[in-house]
């Protein structure tokens, strides 16, 4: 297992050493999707002149559209596992001569991503906190972020499976790019 915190330990470094890629990754993707969804819930609790619709207020309804980008990213990671890529290019075989797991290798890889999302909503957590608004309304406590952390974790699994179970038709066909457009998520 050292190998495994080994390649993840590699590859946040590398996520890490891209910052400009980093840091605009995290504003022009999730802040913008946040600002449209503020206006856009802002507009409709005005109009309708409420402060709950189907049981959420409007801090709540914020709350939801901030985490739920966060949540994908963290979930879905960014699409591919590269296996395809690397069966293309024989760089897998190169892979396959190393004295550990394949799949735990790009597992780890994957996985890293995993945490650097996890890292950017903490982030984005404190700053929503000290911009919009505390968070007194949620009943947030310890086991409700380690079941959070650990859904997330084996969502991540789930993805990482149904990306790998379809790059591999790499193996015999040219091109697997139509299918992983077709992946549900």
């Known amino acids: ?28 993707s999730v802040l913008s999707q946040f600002a449209v969804s503020y206006f856009l819930w802002k507009s409709i609790f ?28 963290a979930t879905l990671g960014d699409g591919e596992t590269g296996l395809s890529r690397e069966i293309y290019d024989g760089g897998l075989s190169k892979l396959l001569l190393y004295p550990i797991s394949t799949f735990g290798y790009k597992f780890a890889q994957s996985l890293a991503g995993t945490f650097i999302y996890i890292t950017q909503y903490l982030l984005g957590l404190l700053i929503y906190v000290l911009f919009i608004g505390s968070l007194e309304s949620f009943s947030i406590g310890a086991q409700s972020i380690f079941l959070f952390l650990l859904l997330i974790l084996l969502a991540r699994v789930i993805s990482f499976l149904l990306q790998v179970t379809l790059e591999s038709v790499a193996f015999w066909a040219d091109n697997v790019w139509s299918l992983m457009v077709m992946l549900p998520f």
């Open 1 to 28: 297992m050292r190998w495994f915190f080994h390649v993840l330990s590699i590859e946040l470094r590398k996520t890490i050493s891209y910052r400009l890629d980093f840091w605009l990754n995290l504003i022009g």
């Open 46 to 73: 005005e109009y309708n002149n409420v402060a709950e619709i189907r049981g959420y207020t409007f801090p709540a309804m914020i709350f939801y559209f901030f985490t739920a980008p966060f949540i994908e990213k």
